[in-house]
């Protein structure tokens, strides 16, 4: 299948590339050289595909996510946050000694070296913990200095397994440091995400009894948030990578990136959204008309998707799930019915549905956290420790690919030539 372009009277024909689930782009590789210099502009790569991945599919119309094939709704039901991370990165869901001999690698690597402790001593307690987690997990390379050789299948496998067992353990310093709690290295008789509320929760002084329902309720949540295709902070991770980066300096880069209100951040914003919408006694059509009046700044935050013209499959998972976990816990939160009430009103309101703005994957996760008891500021290293196998599986995919360096061009609308003027001519 070709497409044919006209331009300046002349007609060029570039071949058509088809995905396994029947989407079809443009190949423009030749665009340039065909063309004598033409390039496209498309702001925001809206309509723009960067490469070819076998990890996720999205539909943003019919609102379906599929992890190498499985559907959210399957893996979030069924699967264990590890096994999902196993499947994103190698591409199959384990067996059971494979499960196992991964969860062993990981937690032989669970250490983070005492040095470390200096770096994050560094930060005042009032740092963000994005800004102390990106900044920690760039500072890991200096203790494992070996770059990943991606021609050796062991230096990858060992590279990813560090990055899986350390990362968790500076999620929980994170919190710790700003909570003032000494530091804990976890429990290796514990599960993966057992460990992680462990080390986040666990009192110098007491015993930590891992809650099933909320092991279970993260659990769910890490998987929602694991891999989402080319999204803004995995395709800075692929671009950094490309550059031959690092595995941990790209993941670095890409949390700084998921850091943003307008991407992960939104979780803490929505959670802020809300109580300032409860401190305004709760009137939602007021912050309806914000968000619709241009001159208003406001936005519905957890509201809207690039992909994303249905409802964000994800946000319904978790909004069953914010039900369901609110009860066991017997916790009652006001802001989840400001939330409900302001979904039911963007509904209904054509604003929102002539944008086809939905709830995403952040309208309702921050409420779980709440009710978890992660502060508000910990909701977005909650998000990065979900996407991380997603990120480490897209990082993988691309330089095992020899992917070419990421290096868009641009339209130049600057200044024509001119000479330098003397200061006395200024
Ligand atoms: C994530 O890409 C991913 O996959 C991301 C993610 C992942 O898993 O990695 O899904 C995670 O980042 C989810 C999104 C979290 N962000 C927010 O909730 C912030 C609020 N939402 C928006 O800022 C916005 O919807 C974006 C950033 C999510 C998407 O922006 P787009 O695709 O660039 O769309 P746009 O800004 O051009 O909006 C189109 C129209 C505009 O109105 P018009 O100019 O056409 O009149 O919709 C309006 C926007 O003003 N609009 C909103 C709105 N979102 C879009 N108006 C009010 N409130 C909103 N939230």
């Given at each position: ?185 976890g429990d ?72 943003g209100p ?157 000479s330098y ?6």
């Amino acid at each position: 299948m070709k497409a044919k372009i006209e331009f300046d009277g002349k007609f060029y024909e570039f071949p058509v590339t088809k995905g396994s689930e029947d989407e079809y782009a443009i190949d423009i590789s030749t665009l340039r050289a065909q063309t004598g210099g033409l390039i496209t502009l498309d702001r925001g790569f809206k309509n723009t595909g960067s490469c070819e991945s076998a990890i996720t599919f999205l539909n943003g119309e019919e609102g379906i996510l599929r992890y190498r094939g499985y559907s959210i709704e399957d893996l979030a039901e069924n699967a264990s946050f590890l096994e999902v991370a196993y499947l994103l990165i190698f591409g199959e869901l384990p067996s059971e000694s494979e499960l196992n001999k991964f969860y062993d690698d990981i937690k032989a690597e669970s250490n983070v070296d005492e040095e470390m402790h200096k770096i994050l001593d560094g930060f005042p307690k009032s740092a963000h913990p994005m800004g102390v987690v990106s900044s920690l997990t760039n500072a890991l390379i200096a203790f494992n200095p070996s770059s990943v050789n991606v021609e050796s299948k062991e230096d990858m496998y060992n590279a990813i397994i560090k990055l899986l067992a350390k990362f968790p353990v500076l999620c929980a310093w994170a919190l710790r440091k700003r909570t003032g709690q000494p530091l804990d290295y976890g429990d290796d008789s514990l599960g993966y995400v057992e460990n992680v509320l462990k080390m986040m929760f666990k009192k110098a002084n007491q015993n930590y009894e891992v809650d099933p329902v909320i092991a279970s309720a993260l659990n769910k949540l890490l998987i929602l948030h694991a891999d989402h295709e080319q999204n803004c902070s995995t395709s800075t991770v692929r671009v950094v990578g490309s550059s031959h980066a690092g595995l941990f300096a790209s993941i670095s880069a890409g949390i700084s990136a998921l850091w943003g209100p307008l991407h992960g951040g939104a979780n803490q914003a929505v959670i802020e959204m809300l109580e300032g919408i409860k401190e305004d006694g709760g009137d939602t059509k007021k912050y309806m008309q914000k968000a619709k009046d241009k001159e208003d700044p406001f936005r519905l935050m957890g509201f809207g998707h690039r992909v994303y013209k249905n409802f964000d499959p994800r946000a319904r998972i978790i909004k069953k799930s914010a039900d369901d976990v609110l009860g066991n816990l017997g916790v009652e939160d006001p802001i989840l019915d400001i939330a409900k009430g302001l979904e039911k009103e963007a509904l209904e309101d054509d604003y929102f549905v002539k944008r086809k703005l939905y709830p995403n994957v952040d309208f309702y996760s921050g409420i779980i956290y709440r009710a978890l008891g992660i502060p508000t500021e910990m909701f977005t290293v909650m998000f990065a420790l979900g996407r991380l196998p997603g990120w480490i599986a897209q990082w993988r995919e691309m330089r095992l690919g020899k992917e070419p360096i990421g290096r868009p061009r641009q339209v130049y609308t600057g200044e024509k030539l001119r000479s330098y003027k003397p200061m006395d001519q200024r």
